[in-house]
């Protein structure tokens, strides 16, 4: 490993941990945390136990008569401010941040997001609404260990030695994981994980992440939505979106639908038409109008025929012109392209 940086394949390989989408090897899995245990100076566990996802490990817990006290903070937090305090004394503040930059900062933003999501949706799905029910869960997964999801802060440290080898071999063979002073209770991983080109939860025809037991994620563009609500994305229509009261989720079904379609489909008219286009508008009941740019490519296709584009803008915007100087970012006044392509 190198001191102040780090190659890009080492980097995609700690990208591949936090994002694989297969079966845990359990073997393996199993030797990394008692290995963990071992190097924060405790008794290996006397047994470990296996869910198939996030929601079924709380589960577990919640259930389990005795699993001895919670030890992330020795088996993981402890080990992690050796190996930072080694690292910065090592590299100086700058050196660090480099070293931070070029390894785990890469992968922090997405990888963060995705955790999030999965605590999300394990507290919908488990406390119910009930904030007492909801502050034990929430306890209960502050205390698990990340296992893949810890890649990104496991990039930027020595792994292949003490004190971070056993989390590693964790991270590189199964999902989160909770250490208890009898009973350690580690997840699989997902089976499926769907996202876009942002890194987002993104899926239109199932669960976006899905773990074995059944638990899983349903997303749009990273917008959480009803597993019920993707069907109708099928078979939708302008009335239907219309009459959609949830404003986030009618945005989706309109990008889904395409609002170039949307106009078309739902009678819309022009408001306004100049040399750059023509403008577009349709209220929305609730939400903030649908207002578009139609412009058409001044240079041909090969066959001779000419693209049109459409150009979503600001509500407030009054004329074609207004609008395609808004996508670059200019007034109309000062808008005047030599040659629009």
């Not at 296996?50 to 020795?74: F, K, Y």
Request: hydrophobic share 40%.
């Amino acid at each position: 490993m190198t001191t102040r940086g780090a190659p890009v394949d080492e980097v995609q390989r700690w990208r591949e941990y936090a994002t694989a989408a297969v079966p845990a090897d359990r073997a393996d899995a199993e030797e990394g945390v008692r290995l963990a245990y071992r190097r924060a100076g405790l008794a290996e566990p006397e047994r470990v136990v296996w869910a198939g996802s996030p929601r079924e490990g709380v589960t577990l817990i919640r259930e389990m008569p005795d699993p001895g006290a919670n030890v992330r903070e020795a088996v993981r937090t402890a080990p992690w401010a050796l190996e930072r305090r080694r690292m910065s004394e090592a590299l100086g503040a700058s050196g660090w941040s480099a070293r931070w930059s070029a390894t785990g900062g890469r992968l922090w933003d997405s990888t963060q997001a995705l955790v999030d999501r999965i605590r999300t949706g394990v507290l919908e799905e488990l406390a119910e609404g009930d904030r007492r029910t909801e502050a034990r869960i929430r306890l209960i997964l502050l205390g698990a260990v990340l296992g893949q999801h810890d890649a990104p802060w496991l990039a930027a440290f020595r792994t292949d030695r003490a004190p971070l080898d056993g989390l590693a071999q964790v991270c590189r063979s199964a999902g989160w994981w909770w250490p208890f002073e009898k009973v350690a209770v580690v997840c699989e991983r997902p089976v499926a994980l769907h996202r876009d080109e942002a890194g987002r939860l993104d899926r239109a025809d199932g669960p976006a992440l899905a773990f074995p037991d059944g638990f899983a994620l349903y997303a749009w563009r990273g917008m959480r939505v009803p597993a019920a609500f993707l069907e109708e994305l099928r078979a939708l229509t302008p009335d239907r979106i219309r009459a959609e009261e949830n404003a986030e989720l009618r945005r989706v079904m309109l990008e889904h639908y395409g609002y170039d379609r949307y106009l078309a489909d739902s009678g819309a008219r022009p408001v306004h038409r100049d040399g750059t286009g023509t403008l577009w508008r349709v209220d929305l009941v609730g939400d903030e109008p649908v207002v578009m740019v139609e412009v058409l490519n001044s240079t041909p296709e090969p066959d001779g025929t000419r693209r049109t584009y459409w150009l979503r803008v600001p509500p407030t915007t009054r004329t074609a012109r207004e609008g395609v100087a808004w996508t670059f970012g200019l007034d109309a006044e000062v808008y005047a392209p030599v040659r629009e392509t």
